[in-house]
């Protein structure tokens, strides 16, 4: 994806409601260098290496295609034109691992995440990942409001890849972990942000993922739903699967995560451990 389509693009996740990506990535590998061994690569799900990924400042979609193509971009200095979201970032996310994230708005979590999951391409740098990639971002595109909880189950199973008979052994399980199954044949566009994001993890959460990305969802709904879902991730992890959490909640990633980072201006500022991370956060809310 180009710079530009990615501009266009981004005003859609973040205006929906509910944004599912999965993609069993079959990345090329990576020419070896002299201090990598296969031992050491089979260690992590996620290693990213000087990622960066710059947004056009100015216009979007159509208007910014038509800059590029008639040369008026050029003219602009490099630093007026572009935003780097993200500067340089290097992460190694090991097999079972649980880790956050956090850091002001505007820090670079979300384009994180999504360069994590194969959404934007790095303009420098290079991402590599084992396995399926399930994310679950803030308020996106997987549900159809008109379509019914049970039917978006199908919806997004079928999504994801799988066919209708291991949709419909998920389908009870699903259900049953989202405590809306009161609700589960009326339309989405009745259910409340809190009964979204139930269902949203109840999903993703059975789609057996390698990887879980999960983007400012975990502080929604009540105290037993979030027991719950601290319980399913723990069952993810023992089977290894790798857990990222983007979240501003310090008591989330404090009992969830076992590394945490601060992020600002598009970069690691800590270095994984939660007090660190959380000192850090403190001091850019003063």
Known sequence: MTTSERTA??????????????????????TKSPNQTDD??????????????????KKKGVGLFREILTGRMKKIPHKERWFRALNGINLDVGKGEVVGIIGPNGSGKST?????????APDEGSVEVEGRITLLAGIGTGFNKDLTGRENIKLSGSIFG?????????????IDFSGIREFIDDPIRTYSAGMRARLGFAIISNLEPDILLLDEVMSVGDHEFRKKSRAKIDELVQGDATVVIVSHSKSILKNMCDKVYGL???????DGKPESAFEFYESEKE
């Open 112 to 120: 994180l995440l999504r360069v994590i999951a194969g959404i934007y």
């Open 40 to 57: 050491v690569r089979k260690m992590y799900s996620i290693s990213i290496n000087n990622v960066v990924l710059d947004y056009p400042r």
């Open 264 to 270: 600002h201006n598009g970069e690691i500022v800590t």
């Open 9 to 30: 693009d981004e005003g859609l996740l973040l205006e929906d409601e509910f944004d599912f990506v999965s993609e069993s990535l079959d990345l090329p590998t990576k």
């Open 162 to 174: 799988f066919d209708s008979r291991s949709i419909n052994d998920m389908e009870e399980e699903i």
